[in-house]
Nanobody
Framework: QVQLVESGGGSVQSGGSLRLSCAVS????????MGWFRQAPGKEREGVAA????????YYADSVKGRFLISQDNSKNTLYLEMSSLEPEDTAMYYC??????????????????????WGQGTQVTVSS
């Protein structure tokens, strides 16, 4: 079974940067929807960024656009989330998700939880003011 393992979380001050990594236990060069999600205490899980590996289409939540960058390295089977200009509101558990053999991915699909069947355990990001 495909496994996703996140790393790179931590505690930073407002304005700081972090890079999250998601190691995938299989090749990501095939048709995958891959996304980063976050969940703060008492809130629903929300999509942050998503990438459709077939076309390279990328989508971001409005709240992170211009500050976060999603990318993938197929040679390492790894998904990344570069986060900059972090704000206390970005504090959450961050999860990597994947769905293989996806025929397509729209923005709504990519940033929604419903299409993803594979999830990592999460990595905590804490931003202090």
């Amino acid at each position: 079974q495909v496994q996703l393992v996140e790393s790179g979380g931590g505690s930073v001050q407002s304005g700081g940067s972090l890079r999250l990594s998601c190691a995938v236990s299989t090749s990501t060069s095939s048709s995958y929807c891959m996304g980063w999600f976050r969940q703060a205490p008492g809130k629903e899980r929300e999509g942050v960024a998503a990438i459709y590996t077939t076309t390279g289409a990328i989508y971001y939540a409005d709240s992170v656009k211009g500050r976060f960058l999603i990318s993938q390295d197929n040679s390492k089977n790894t998904l990344y989330l570069e986060m900059s200009s972090l704000e206390p509101e970005d504090t959450a558990m961050y999860y990597c998700a994947a769905e293989e053999r996806a025929p397509t991915m729209t923005r709504i699909q990519g940033l929604g939880v419903n299409i993803y069947r594979l999830w990592g355990q999460g990595t905590q990001v804490t931003v202090s003011s």
